[in-house]
């Protein structure tokens, strides 16, 4: 899975809370949108696109809508920000550590 789409999709603050509700319990587009201050219409939008990007899945309880988090939507972002950090931290540990290489003795200090 293309971690893009998932990192498009969690740049949205409507769309976090949207994944914080529903990582707790499965809920409606109604119930979703009485906790935030979006109409469900706009609430489905973001779902639609949670949806697509693997971060939640729907199922049905009769005839509600139900979303709920996908936990394996999260697998590509996990991996490309494990990846990410360990190369570039490591980057970052080598220049800090050039930095902090003691000067010679007797190097900056006046006679």
Do not use: C, Y
């Not at 976090?16 to 109409?39: K, M, N, Q």
């Amino acid at each position: 899975m293309n971690p893009d789409a998932a990192l498009k999709a969690l740049a949205e603050p409507n769309r976090r809370a949207i994944l914080t509700l529903v990582a707790a319990e499965a809920r409606p587009v109604g119930d979703i949108a009485g906790h935030l201050d979006i109409t469900p219409q706009a609430v489905s939008r973001h779902l639609k696109v949670l949806h697509e990007a693997g971060l939640v899945d729907e199922r049905r309880d009769g005839t509600r809508h139900l979303f709920v988090v996908n936990p394996d939507g999260f697998a590509a972002v996990q991996e490309f920000l494990a990846q990410f950090w360990t190369e570039h931290l490591g980057q970052l540990r080598a220049v800090l550590a050039e930095q902090e290489t003691p000067a010679e003795p007797g190097a900056g200090t006046a006679s």
